[in-house]
């Protein structure tokens, strides 16, 4: 059974910085892109950054560019996204997401990615 769990999650103050993981189980993602979205309240589920197979290429959205940064260890089935400069904006749930099939163009839609975890919150305070 494949199953994504999302760590690292809480509050911290505007300005600093959180480390979110995600460890996958069930199969190897090593060749597949993964990715992580996040959903604010009563907002829809927006994309947030996304990861090649291979690790060589990142797709990022211009509301996190040059403050996130999306990296893997393939050894370890795990995906991290490093967050800085951290905004009350940025307060969501974050989720972990991980395509079935190994892809060359990294994707942003969600109905793109097959398997989902359950998401961490992360509150950024004023």
């Known amino acids: 059974q494949v199953q994504l769990v999302e760590s690292g999650g809480g509050l911290v103050q505007a300005g600093g910085s959180l480390r979110l993981s995600c460890a996958a189980s069930?199969?190897?993602?090593?060749?597949?892109?993964m990715g992580w979205f996040r959903q604010a309240p009563g907002k829809e589920r927006e994309f947030v950054a996304a990861?090649?197979?291979?690790?060589?290429?990142?797709l990022a959205a211009d509301s996190v560019k040059g403050r996130f940064t999306i990296s893997r260890d393939n050894a370890k089935n795990t995906v991290y996204l490093q967050m800085n400069s951290l905004e009350p904006e940025d307060t969501a749930i974050y989720y972990c997401?991980?395509?079935?099939?190994?892809?060359?163009?990294?994707?942003?839609?969600?109905?793109?990615?097959?398997?989902w975890g359950q998401g961490t919150q992360v509150t950024v305070s004023s």
């Open positions: 997401a991980a395509q079935r099939l190994a892809f060359r163009t990294i994707a942003m839609a969600q109905h793109e990615y097959d398997y």
């Open positions: 069930g199969r190897s993602f090593s060749n597949s892109n």
């Open positions: 990861i090649r197979g291979s690790g060589g290429s990142v």
